[in-house]
């Protein structure tokens, strides 16, 4: 029985580490420190963490790494290979070539399309219709390795990062148990990248979720899913924060007259004017309240009918 040493961090991890320890010894998993958590900011355990422990397995939470000592100890486990998912942090040379069957990673999405950390979030905020999960063979590039295999995974109209995060992770974890044998056989040859077809996305940070007006409607629609659970899809209304947490595009008449931001109201529809269309919207959680619908925001704040979103330092730049 193959040695696997797992290395992986959010709740994407879990589906491929269950997996595993069905069939696998694992000799340990390697996740992230504990972090400040809610509103109260106390350490919190990874969801790779909890599920580790909650099944007996061995868990190591390094800072990082780069210090000898900690090569040193997952070399002392002697895995066959290394798998990882969304663990957080680059591997170094010394780390990627510890095992003979080398380090391998699932990725959220179709090589070399996406590169980086953020590849859901980046594939609804371009509109893709398609994405998938690739399992590849790490190098020292990000995310440059060879393709071991790859499956397709179409992004439904109402998809969030969240709803496609659940359904790759289950994907991958698949994906996983079906390459995985074939490899450590040698029944796989790897395939290079095509390196002229790359795209790269970054960390997605708090303030990639502010809503620039001056877009357009689709545009706006796709980030709101794309930033859904965090950061969220944020605004300004009186000097607050307004949190838009579903929209959809508005289907009814263009009102071109209207500067991007402004609020209508008419009747259960609230809709604000964009750079190109409208966005109507269908949910929202103003600063310090609860979310709800926004006909029943809108109903409580007579002044958001007419009202402008938004102010005018909103950013320009696409927030990948």
Not at 5 to 25: D, K, S
Not at 242 to 254: D, F, N, T
Not at 259 to 273: F, I, K, L, W, Y
């Amino acid at each position: 029985m193959a040695r696997i040493l797992f290395m992986g961090t959010p709740q994407f991890a879990v589906p491929a580490l269950a997996a595993l320890a069905q069939h696998y010894e694992i000799v340990a998993v390697v996740t992230q420190p504990d972090a400040p958590a809610g509103r109260g900011r106390a350490l919190a355990a990874s969801p790779v963490k909890r599920h580790a422990l909650e099944h007996g397995l061995r868990v190591l939470q390094p800072e990082t790494l780069k210090p000898p000592a900690a090569v040193a100890e997952l070399r002392a486990l002697a895995p066959d290979v290394v798998v990882v998912a969304a663990f957080g942090q680059i591997l170094r040379r010394d780390v990627l070539s510890l095992p003979p069957y080398g380090c391998i990673n699932i990725h959220a999405s179709l090589l070399p399309r996406w590169r980086g950390a953020s590849p859901i979030n980046a594939a609804i905020t371009a509109g893709d219709s398609v994405t998938g999960v690739t399992i590849m063979q790490m190098e020292a590039g990000l995310d440059s390795g060879p393709i071991l295999a790859q499956r397709r995974e179409p992004i439904h109209a109402d998809d969030t990062t969240a709803t496609l995060t659940e359904r790759l992770a289950r994907v991958g974890a698949e994906l996983l148990m079906e390459t995985l044998p074939r490899w450590l056989s040698g029944q796989i040859t790897a395939q290079r990248q095509d390196e002229s077809q790359v795209t790269r996305c970054s960390i997605i940070r708090k303030e990639d979720g502010r809503i620039d007006w001056m877009r357009r409607a689709i545009e706006i629609e796709r980030l709101v899913r794309a930033m859904t659970p965090w950061p969220g899809a944020a605004t300004l209304w009186q000097g607050r924060q307004l949190l838009i947490r579903r929209a959809r595009v508005y289907s009814g008449p263009a009102e071109t007259a209207l500067e991007p931001g402004t609020v209508g109201v008419d009747g259960a529809s609230v809709r604000v004017q964009c750079g190109d269309g409208a966005l109507e919207l269908l949910e929202v959680q103003l600063e310090g309240r609860r979310s709800m619908t926004a006909a029943d925001f809108a109903r409580g704040q007579r002044q958001f009918d007419g009202s402008r979103l938004g102010s005018r330092d909103a950013p320009s730049h696409t927030p990948i």
